[in-house]
């Protein structure tokens, strides 16, 4: 099956943990979207409010790199002379030190990398980030982020669905799929590519759907795998004159009943089941099938590289979704990669190394084709870390000032927004929440936050509504 035999509990993933995790024990409603909306079988998918569009964007898709763990800001983005000047001294700042453990007692821990600028723009860059310097010019760096919570989860899903608590909302890429549709009948709009290993942190909670319809949560591809989308292939040894039989009886009976049941939109959503399933069977393989990317693209990624070959695949598949007319792609990590609360430096240069080279090129990649422009590149964690130690030589999580990258669609290119205080520890100037970058990002791809919203429970809701005082375009992002 492509898949690691082992356990989820010994870091691996097998098919039935798989399948539990992601809600995918049928292909079903999660990648139809598109079409039960464009047969309007699915009225319950439109739109409450009317039309969200804005305006004509040269957005079209989104490919979400999240870093799972919380990468150091100080160690990567953000340098602090003044931090690195005062290692090993108790922390004075004005601030007081939150962390998991509340409020942590340590000493300032500066960062042994060198920071550099890089392209025209000058931006200062860490030394362990030697291929994202080398795009420089083409991303917007913002370096004064902030969450309100310093726990894993909760602060994922302040990103993923724009509040903290633990009643799940829809995720960013459901809304962007409810919002603009679909590109491509024969593709779902909305893909994932978890790491075969293992499911981040939070799971298939990464790209839930809540309570938006089904037909808007992710179809997760196993990159690399012998089979990129499980229950997609005919069972084994089954003729194709027989399936083919067998499903041509099996739609006149639901035809049948179709008749009899026109309301029934579970049924006519069966139907369309079988008939995008036959379309994906042909549609799909060649699109993961990475055989035919030239030698120089691969290694530009990094598959000839153990240290960035998994994660190289996965990007590459990510450009090559985007490139077929998939919405939005997310590529997670097994576990939380970036959670260094021992041996900061050591696990941080690690985890950069495997991610730097494939994250740069699918920008570089993207440009080289005319994609950029219609395409959002998003690079970022939950949190940051903190200035201080944890124990000998950790970090801990921090929330109050962190650093992330945007590239293409209409974002600033070359551009640093924001600063932290001294230590890197808080946003002090122009900070940016989780809300205000969701404004900003569905404002990129023509939508209006205010007005993407969809009735639940009595109420319209949206992906900003929790904190709608807060969720304001941050204009100076945009070109």
């Not at 898949?3 to 039935?16: D, K, L, V």
């Not at 919002?179 to 593709?187: E, I, P, Q």
């Not at 290993?197 to 196993?222: C, D, K, R």
């Not at 994250?359 to 219609?374: K, N």
Request: proline share 6%.
């Amino acid at each position: 099956m492509g898949m690691n035999p082992t356990s989820a509990s010994q870091g691996g993933i097998n098919r039935r943990t798989f399948l539990g995790q992601t809600a995918m024990g049928t292909l079903g409603l999660l990648s139809v979207a598109h079409l039960l909306r464009s047969e309007g079988r699915l009225a319950a998918a439109e739109p409450a409010a009317g039309s969200p569009a804005v305006k004509r964007a040269p957005a079209q898709s989104v490919i979400c790199l999240f870093q799972n763990g919380g990468p150091s800001q100080m160690d990567l983005f953000d340098p602090k002379p003044f931090l690195n000047r005062m290692n090993g001294k108790p922390y004075a700042g004005k601030e007081r030190i939150e962390s998991i453990m509340n409020i942590q007692q340590g000493k300032l821990l500066g960062t042994p990398f060198q920071f550099k600028r890089h392209g025209r723009c000058g931006m200062e860059l860490s030394e362990i980030l030697p291929r994202t310097a080398q795009i420089a010019d083409q991303i917007t760096l913002i370096r004064s982020m902030f969450s309100d919570s310093v726990c894993h989860e909760a602060s994922i899903r302040q990103w993923v669905g724009g509040n903290t608590n633990v009643v799940t909302r829809p995720s960013l890429g459901s809304w962007l799929c409810y919002g603009l549709g679909s590109m491509n009948a024969n593709l779902p709009a909305y893909v994932v590519l978890p790491d075969p290993q293992g499911m981040p942190v939070w799971e298939a909670g990464n790209w839930t759907h809540s309570w938006l319809p089904a037909a808007y949560q992710a179809t997760p591809f196993i990159a690399g795998g012998a089979t990129p989308v499980l229950n997609l292939k005919d069972p084994e040894g089954t003729l194709p004159a027989a399936r083919g039989n067998q499903l041509r009886y099996l739609d006149r009976l639901n035809r049948r009943q179709l008749v009899r049941y026109a309301d029934s939109s579970e049924l006519a959503a069966r139907i369309a089941n079988f008939e995008m399933a036959a379309r994906m069977q042909s549609a799909i393989p060649p699109v993961v099938d990475l055989s035919g990317e030239p030698a120089a693209v691969k290694k530009m990624y990094g598959l000839d590289n153990p240290t960035t070959q998994a994660y190289g695949t996965r990007v590459l598949l990510a450009r090559r979704l985007v490139e077929q007319g998939v919405r939005f792609v997310g590529v997670y990590h097994a576990g939380q990669p970036w959670d260094t609360h021992s041996d900061n430096a050591a696990a941080t240069k690690k985890i950069a190394g495997a991610v730097d080279q494939p994250s740069a090129a699918l920008v570089a990649d993207l440009q080289q084709r005319g994609l950029l422009d219609s395409t959002v590149v998003l690079w970022l964690g939950e949190f940051g870390r903190t200035p201080i130690t944890e124990g000998a030589s950790g970090r801990d999580h921090s929330r109050r000032g962190f650093s992330m990258w945007l590239a293409g669609g209409g974002f600033k290119k070359g551009y640093v927004h924001g600063t932290t205080d001294e230590f890197g520890y808080a946003a002090v100037d122009k900070p940016v929440s989780f809300h205000q970058l969701h404004a900003t990002l569905l404002r990129a791809l023509g939508l209006d936050h205010r007005n993407l919203t969809f009735e639940h429970e009595g109420r319209l809701e949206s992906l900003t509504d929790s904190e709608v005082t807060r969720a304001e375009v941050v204009h100076e992002l945009l070109e």
